[in-house]
């Protein structure tokens, strides 16, 4: 029982606990859900719900005052909030992933998730954030049970063909350029070159690397000849041959002859009558066995 009830867990199948709150974060029913919301108590994942604001909040594509913006202002306004937000956040630790949804349902609508690389980084975070305001609206955060964005968003999204549209239960994550991507995810992997390179170039491992050498060095000269030649695989001698180093020069046997189609014919005359010859004793021994156990 116990096995089937941790096999279900977070599924449709599950009729106790929310699927939507454990793939997702957040629920369309919120606290009126009739299912469990199971909220962390520690988690690597910080939820700040509807932080992000949308220039077209009310209407896609268009601002308050009915005007039209320009999809490219719509994105650099994203990509700003988007650095803002990652340059604040990185100060208590290593950023994983920072996702912002572009869904338009309540539950889902701004709504940035931010995944530390430990948890305690998060909790460091969560605590810095209590009280905190951005744009003057408070900021509402949260440990979020989504460690596994994969089965959070929509891939009928990535792939231009989801019917639901903004009111998709699953994350419709924005996507930021490869340029800020690389300027704010490339310093760790800068980090991490460099810390590589610091290590290998310490004076413990370069006392450790010149004694290696020194040592191959000696091994070197050990194996050397009497007439200071390292011995390759193979010497050439002055017949022209290649033979392994050490061991002697063998000579060709001359080829067997062939034997013709009597003389094998007659051997395996000779191998029959050899076989016969010995079921025969093989026979005659276990006749007379028998003979004797029956007198």
């Known amino acids: 029982m116990a096995e089937h009830l941790a096999s279900i867990f977070g599924t449709e199948k599950d009729r106790v606990n929310c699927p939507f709150y454990f793939k997702i974060g957040a ?3 919120g606290d009126r859900c009739s299912r469990l919301h199971n909220r962390p108590t520690i988690s690597p994942t910080l939820l700040l719900s509807n932080m992000y604001q949308r220039p077209d909040m009310i209407t896609p594509g268009v601002d308050a005052q009915g ?8 994105q650099e306004h994203f ?8 340059e604040e956040l990185s100060k208590f630790g290593e950023i994983e992933s920072l996702n912002i949804c572009d869904n338009l349902a309540d539950h889902m609508i701004g709504n940035v998730y931010v995944q530390f690389r430990e948890e305690d980084q998060a909790a460091a975070a969560l605590q810095a954030l209590q009280g905190r305001f951005y744009s003057g609206r408070p900021i509402i955060a949260d440990f979020s ?4 964005f994969r089965e959070a968003t929509c891939r009928q999204y990535e792939e231009n063909n989801c019917n639901r549209g903004g009111y998709c239960n699953f994350m419709h994550v924005k996507v930021i350029g490869r340029e800020l991507r690389r300027k704010l995810f490339g310093r760790y992997r800068r980090y991490r070159g460099s810390r590589s390179r610091s290590r290998s170039a310490s004076p413990r491992h370069k006392r450790d690397r010149e004694f290696r050498d020194r040592d191959r060095d000696r091994d070197r000269d050990d194996h050397r000849d009497r007439n200071g030649r390292r011995p390759g695989r193979y010497d050439r001698e002055s017949g022209g041959g290649r033979r392994k180093h050490g061991s002697p020069r063998r000579s060709r046997s001359p080829p067997l002859a062939r034997e013709g189609s009597e003389e094998r014919r007659a051997r395996i005359e000779q191998w029959n009558r050899e076989r016969e010859e010995k079921v025969f004793r093989s026979f005659y021994f276990w006749g007379v066995m028998f003979l004797q156990l029956e007198l």
Not at 79 to 86: G, M, V, W
Not at 145 to 148: A, Q
Request: charged letters at 40%; proline letters at 13%; aromatic letters at 14%.
């Open 145 to 148: 049970p989504v460690t596994d």
């Open 27 to 29: 629920c369309r029913h």
């Open 67 to 74: 005007q039209p913006i320009d999809p490219r202002k719509i």
């Open 79 to 86: 990509e700003d909030f988007y650095e803002d937000i990652f």
